[in-house]
């Protein structure tokens, strides 16, 4: 006989597993069955199963998430003829099936010549993503002692790989979406036993995990640097694929050399860039790195010599091709003239059955000064936008914009963008570059389940407008923005176009500024409006877009006024001290009198992120981040952080700090 067990878990009440069982034509049982029990352990439940029409019984059983253990009893009359067991993970939003085969042995001795029996199978998870695994377990029995065959088959042929076709027990890999039946085949003698799983596969299309858009200096500034060190949001995900995009130049010089790429997580970056454009003065590039090593990663980007200007935009993506990942790719400079900007048409070769291609495109502001700003970035036909600076103010700014689309469907594409300029400005030359990647299965998507930065962008201007306009895609339901302290500029208040309610963390003039919206409504195409008085000076703004958070405002707050670093030393520790009151997100915030900030000094806590770029040759006239310190810590216990920084000199200086702390949503 056979027992079919599906056990199905959401909410505790709907826990509850249903009991099936059928009797086989080859039970030789010396009487007829008259009851099948069930246990599961460790849940410690039990239930008898009702008879339903002849040789069925069947029943619900309620059981918790996680590893069970079925056990099925037939009997006849008080004579126990079966017994069989089998073990089944149980998991949430799903149904797991377990079969499990009574095979008889209270009847008489089989003769020769009988089939072997599949006596139980179990598919680790029958809810997986393309290019996930799935752990399948079988055992059998063969009455005539016969050796038995095993094989794999699946329906359909195409939908995944079976590492061991010819074994019970075997993994295999998801490769196209929808439902899939794995059936095992046990033969021995020319006769034979089957049994199947049915999985479920998502699709395979990519999805951004994170994203992260800098601001620069403008080339007209003259200020050198090289070695740009920065450090995306949150860790990779193994076998994830970072796009990066970056523009680089030298006013009134030659056109740097970029020498390399590495990071932290000991990538091998391509030397070689997958789509390249320049107009003679700024250099931009894609560079596509597959098949990530996970955790942090700290990208650091060197030139044979020293830049004027550098931007960087980088994305990470799942489901992109592990090992040739480039399509097509294609660059424009000049003529590129706005609002109409582009990067040029690609046409990829045919992956439609694949899942398509994700064409991901980046255009920036290519003159020497970058005079004008425009009002706004806007998408090409079916692309969504990532990021767009539009917050520069006057001929020290390089607007820049990226955005990508799925295209499941193969044909030529051009990667376009709008950016209209004001009646009485002339608009600016851009540089435009693009890439079309195969999709492919790879990698995972973003974690869920806590709170978590989506997107950072930093914002810069010399010369802040009373009324600053941003232009800053969000997904999220928080949004955070930190900003110089009330005496660089003072705001007065912050608005949306969603009408988000902005409120703000600033206890003392001399202190960083934090600014944010709870229970925000996301906008793919979001203006944020700072409206300060008085005559603001140069200013940097953060974003960051986050999910998962708890609709409360922050529950620990923390600040540092009036302290600084004294002469020779170049590290100030406790800058500030803050204590979360729950598991979630702490931002934090430090203002240099004379900056910059390398980075978090060794007592900061483990885990901290600094948000900021440094580089080698940075000095406190920096425009990237205006020389100060911003970071952010994913908590993990209560314990006080204890936040510190270090300076690149030791001329001392006076420095004031804030942070907050968010509870991640249901904890």
């Not at 006849?76 to 003829?81: D, F, K, L």
């Not at 209270?106 to 998870?125: E, F, K, M, N, Y």
């Not at 912050?494 to 925000?520: C, H, K, M």
Request: hydrophobic letters at 35%; glycine letters at 10%; aromatic letters at 8%.
């Amino acid at each position: 006989m056979t027992v079919l067990f599906c056990a199905c878990g959401a909410d505790p009440a709907a826990q509850r597993g249903l009991v099936r069982v059928a009797t086989s034509p080859e039970a030789t049982a010396t009487g007829a069955i008259t009851g099948v029990s069930v246990t599961v352990s460790p849940a410690g439940a039990s239930a008898n199963l009702t008879q339903g029409s002849p040789g069925t019984f069947s029943g619900n059983v309620a059981v918790p998430l996680g590893n069970q253990t079925v056990t099925a009893t037939a009997v006849a009359g008080s004579t126990t003829v079966a017994t069989g067991s089998a073990t089944v993970t149980v998991t949430g939003g799903g149904t797991t099936p377990v079969a499990i085969k009574l095979l008889d042995a209270t009847g008489r001795t089989p003769g020769p010549d009988h089939s072997p029996v599949i006596t139980s199978l179990q598919a680790s998870a029958t809810r997986v993503n393309a290019g996930d695994q799935v752990t399948l377990s079988a055992s059998a029995v063969e009455p005539d002692g016969d050796p038995i065959a095993f094989a794999w088959t699946q329906s359909p042929g195409a939908c995944g790989t079976f590492a061991a076709p010819a074994s019970a027990n075997t993994t295999w890999t998801a490769a196209a979406g929808g439902n899939c039946t794995l059936t095992l085949a046990a033969t021995a003698r020319g006769r034979s036993d089957s049994r199947s799983a049915t999985v479920q596969v998502g699709s395979s299309a990519p999805t951004l995990v994170q994203h992260l858009a800098s601001t620069s200096n403008s080339p007209f500034l003259a200020l050198n640097g090289n070695d740009y060190r920065f450090t995306l949001p949150n860790p990779v995900q193994a076998g994830n694929c970072l796009v990066f995009g970056m523009t680089y130049q030298k006013f009134q010089g030659t056109t740097p050399t970029l020498t390399s790429i590495s990071d932290s997580a000991g990538n091998v970056w391509p030397t070689v860039p997958a789509a390249t454009t320049s107009n003679g003065l700024a250099t931009s590039s894609i560079f596509v790195l597959p098949n990530a090593k996970p955790g942090v990663t700290t990208i650091t980007v060197s030139f044979a010599d020293v830049t004027n200007s550098f931007q960087y935009t980088v994305s990470e993506f799942n489901n992109i091709d592990r090992v040739s990942p480039v399509a097509a790719s294609n660059g424009l400079a000049d003529p590129n003239q706005a609002p109409n900007i582009s990067a040029g048409t690609l046409n990829p070769a045919d992956n439609d059955a694949g899942g398509g291609n994700l064409i991901w495109s980046y255009f920036i502001d290519n003159g020497d000064v970058g005079w004008n700003t425009p009002l706004r970035f806007t998408p090409g036909p079916q692309f969504a936008l990532l990021d767009a600076d539009i917050g520069w103010f006057g001929n020290v700014g390089l607007s820049h914009a990226s955005q990508y689309f799925v295209q499941t469907n193969h044909a030529p594409v051009t990667a376009t963008m709008t950016a209209p300029f004001a009646a009485d400005v002339d608009p600016e030359s851009y540089n435009g570059v693009a890439v079309a990647l195969r999709v492919a299965p790879a990698g995972s998507p973003a974690p869920t389940g806590n709170i978590r930065i989506n997107q950072i962008s930093l914002f810069t201007n010399t010369i802040p407008p009373n009324e600053w306009d941003f232009q800053f895609p969000t997904h999220g339901n928080l949004i955070v923005g930190i900003v110089c302290q009330q005496g660089i500029i003072d705001i007065q208040s912050i608005t949306d176009t969603q009408g988000n309610t902005w409120q703000s963390f600033r206890p003392e003039l001399d202190e960083p500024q934090i600014w944010y919206a709870v229970n925000a409504r996301p906008d793919p195409n979001l203006r944020i409006t700072v409206q300060s008085s008085g005559v603001p000076v140069n200013s940097s703004f953060i974003f960051y877009d986050i999910s998962g958070a708890d609709g409360s405002p922050p529950d620990a707050f923390a600040d540092d006024t009036g302290d600084g670093i004294n002469h020779g030393s170049n590290r100030i520790d406790d800058a500030p001290v803050i204590t979360p009151r729950s598991l979630g997100l702490t931002l934090t915030a430090i203002s240099f009198g004379t900056g910059p900030a390398m980075g978090f000094s060794p007592a900061s806590p483990a885990g901290a992120f600094f948000d900021y770029v440094y580089y080698t040759g940075e000095i406190d006239d920096d425009r990237m981040d205006n020389a100060d310190g911003r970071g952010h810590l994913y908590n993990t216990d209560l314990s006080s952080e204890r936040f510190g920084y270090v300076l690149n000199h030791t001329d001392g200086t006076t420095a004031s700090a804030t942070a907050v702390h968010f509870r991640s949503a249901g904890r």
